[in-house]
């Protein structure tokens, strides 16, 4: 008789703690929810260059580390910052990628855009940017050697500074890669004491 209570006991703490992990879990509506949210960053820096099979991906990869981190839905939905947290796994996300694949730079600086801004030659075959974007994560490697996030967070703030910095790495590269200069007009710039004078 004491072996079927122990055993009949064993049951009931099995069967409460797989409850309980069951109520942990997001359910369907919790995690569209969650997703739903994600989609919101759409148009951020470095998400709006990929593509939509891309971004379904990144996406699925952000919201499978929240439910890891906050098995709980409630605990997640109940932090005090619930976006600024939303927003730190998004940018955790961005900056492991780039620590994982130089190539991603890729996504903050597209390679058509900076074609149109003269920083780079038309026509590179995908050899020739796969060495460029390599080339880029380097210097900004070397630059921000403390911490890859740190140029994240400037670039998702637009830093002027960081911005100018970024822009002579990329002309650094491609110089060293293709031989290519970005020109610069020559403007001449009268002083107010030197302008000619109407009589």
Known sequence: ????????????MLGSIVGCSQKAKWNHQQKEALRNALKTYREMIYLQDLTDPEFVIFTDDVAGDIETAYPVYATFMQLPAVDDTLDMFVVTAIVE???EDAS?????????TLVKQGILPDKLTH???HAFYNCLAKKVNSYYNTSIAEFVSDVIKSDTSSQT???KFQSECAN????WVIE????DIIEPSQAPQND
Do not use: C, G, W
């Open 1 to 12: 008789m004491k072996k079927i209570l122990l055993t009949l006991s064993i049951f009931a």
């Open 184 to 187: 610069v007009s020559e403007v």
């Open 104 to 112: 991603n730079m890729r996504h903050l600086y597209p390679y058509r």
């Open 165 to 167: 910095q970024i822009t």
């Open 127 to 129: 050899q020739e940017r």
């Open 97 to 99: 990628e780039l620590n």
């Open 176 to 179: 060293e890669l293709f031989d």
